[in-house]
């Protein structure tokens, strides 16, 4: 089985900076990767797949990048509706799997 | 608009069933798979099983967690998921949510639009 693994954990940023939150797969999924953004009460929400594809809807300040095990969301523009736990989704194979979450906050 | 909603969640005895139910609106239902997810307390989102559209033949996939105990099925005619829950112990108490899956390759699928979740309690 693929694990994924977040980093950091928890993460404080000031509002207008750029943060990056890395993913790294156990062995290489191509770039059959996603990232979700899931605010506590909310339903999560998709906001890249393949890697760095941008759901439609989503602020271009979300970006994401990354192919074979090593990933980045990275955020521009830092906002305040932007505190979440943001989670990294490998689909390459069955059993799909996530990262750890990484708490987003704001300074 | 997509629109995915969880029901049938409640406190439930260890050893018992449960059945939760994830109804959806706004698109071609028998089109999609449909993934189920859980967050336990202070936990992770965990990925736990899939039904796939029966274009892609409309096989199940599970976690280990709860492959043998847990068994998702559809309703194509009425746009209904069910994730039928066996055996329950303490560690699937958690918040269960589901979501659509969206394909290119009928053989890999991510989660374009979730529920708000709905709690189950494994508890004596």
């Known amino acids: 089985d693929i694990q994924m693994t977040q980093s950091p954990s928890s993460l404080s940023a000031f509002v207008g900076d750029r943060v990056t939150i890395t993913c790294r797969a156990s062995q290489s999924i191509s770039t059959w990767l996603a990232w979700y953004q899931h605010k506590p009460g909310k339903a999560p929400k998709l906001l890249i797949y393949r890697a760095s594809s941008l759901e439609s809807g989503v602020p271009s300040r979300f970006s994401g990048s990354g192919s074979g095990a090593d990933f980045s969301l990275n955020i521009n523009n830092l906002q305040p509706d932007d505190v979440a736990t943001y989670y990294c989704q490998h689909y390459s194979t069955f059993p799909m799997s996530l990262g750890q979450g990484t708490r987003l906050e704001i300074k | 608009e997509v629109h995915v909603e969880e029901s049938g969640g409640g406190m439930v005895e260890p050893g018992r069933s449960l059945r939760l139910s994830c109804t959806a609106s706004?698109?071609?239902?028998?089109?999609?798979?449909l993934s189920w997810f859980r967050q336990a307390p202070g936990k992770g989102l965990e990925w736990i099983a899939l039904?796939?559209?029966?274009?892609?033949?409309?096989?199940?996939e599970y976690a280990a967690s709860v492959k043998g105990r847990f068994t998702v099925s559809r309703d194509d005619s009425r746009s209904l998921a069910y994730l039928q829950m066996n055996s329950l112990r303490t560690e699937d108490t958690a918040y269960y949510y589901c979501?659509?899956?969206?394909?290119?390759?009928?053989?890999?699928?991510?989660?374009?639009?979730w529920g708000q979740g709905t709690l189950v309690t494994v508890s004596s």
């Open positions: 979501s659509r899956g969206s394909t290119v390759t009928g053989a890999k699928y991510y989660s374009d639009s």
């Open positions: 706004g698109f071609a239902f028998a089109d999609y798979a």
């Open positions: 039904t796939r559209s029966k274009i892609y033949g409309g096989a199940p």
